[in-house]
């Protein structure tokens, strides 16, 4: 099946900073991909869809000024976590629609 | 209201046993429903996706079934392994693909 991968897999930073996680599907072109936050013993939570060349479109609840989405080519997209605080400390997991979602690997993000 | 709901919520079963999980949805209007297996700390992996017309639908020791008359779908795993402790969360899609509903997920811990 289709591939999609996550950079990096686990990262820690210290609160205050912000960390970017790259989503690539690597071997089909996605106009849109999802992003979403999973909290432990929960379900996903969807967050934003970003469709390529355009604006993400955020759910509610979820600030578009902390969450940054770029999505620059039809193979990438990326989360931009500003300013992370603890609460910030969740599983984010992008997918990428090609003939049909397909998820990353996840990204465990550890504010400290 | 789209919703989802699995159960048992959990479940511990013995290597070697069969079991069978529940998803229950009320989303309109219905695209397809989707298995998924999510391992912990991975993204989730697809098992099957099934669509309106389609009653039953196997990936090896997993077996599908859907009704979309009562709205009911079930996920049948035969002859459990130790691998298949994961969590299985059924995603029912609402309008072509793209808008995914997500189930809270069923635990499954299967033990030696």
């Known amino acids: 099946g289709a591939v999609v991968s996550q950079h990096p897999s686990r990262v820690i930073c210290k609160s205050g900073t912000s960390v970017k996680i790259e989503c690539r599907s690597l071997?089909?072109?996605?106009?849109?991909m999802f992003w979403y936050r999973q909290f432990p013993k929960q379900s996903l939570m969807l967050m934003a869809t970003?469709?390529?060349?355009?604006?993400?479109?955020?759910e509610q609840g979820v600030e578009k000024d902390k969450f940054l989405i770029n999505h620059a080519s039809l193979t990438l997209s990326t989360l931009t976590v500003t300013s992370a605080h603890p609460e910030d400390s969740s599983f984010y997991i992008c997918?990428?629609?090609?003939?049909?979602?397909?998820f990353g690997p996840g990204t465990r993000l550890t504010v400290l | 209201k789209n919703q989802v709901e699995q159960s048992p919520q959990s479940l511990i079963i013995l290597e070697g046993k069969n079991c069978t999980l529940q998803?229950?949805?009320?989303?309109?209007?219905?695209?397809?429903l989707r298995w998924y297996k999510q391992d912990t700390g991975r993204g989730p992996v697809s098992l099957t996706i099934?669509?309106?017309?389609?009653n039953t639908k196997s990936n090896g020791r997993y077996t599908a079934t859907l009704d979309a008359d009562t709205k009911q779908s079930s996920l049948h795993i035969t002859a459990s392994q130790l691998s298949d402790s994961a969590s299985y969360i059924c995603?029912?899609?609402?309008?072509?693909?793209?808008?995914?509903?997500f189930g809270k997920g069923t635990t499954l811990s299967v033990s030696s």
């Open positions: 995603v029912v899609s609402a309008e072509r693909g793209t808008a995914l509903i």
């Open positions: 071997d089909f072109q996605a106009t849109t």
């Open positions: 099934m669509t309106f017309s389609e």
């Open positions: 997918s990428a629609h090609g003939t049909e979602q397909f």
């Open positions: 998803c229950n949805y009320t989303v309109s209007p219905f695209s397809n």
């Open positions: 970003s469709n390529e060349g355009s604006k993400a479109t955020y």
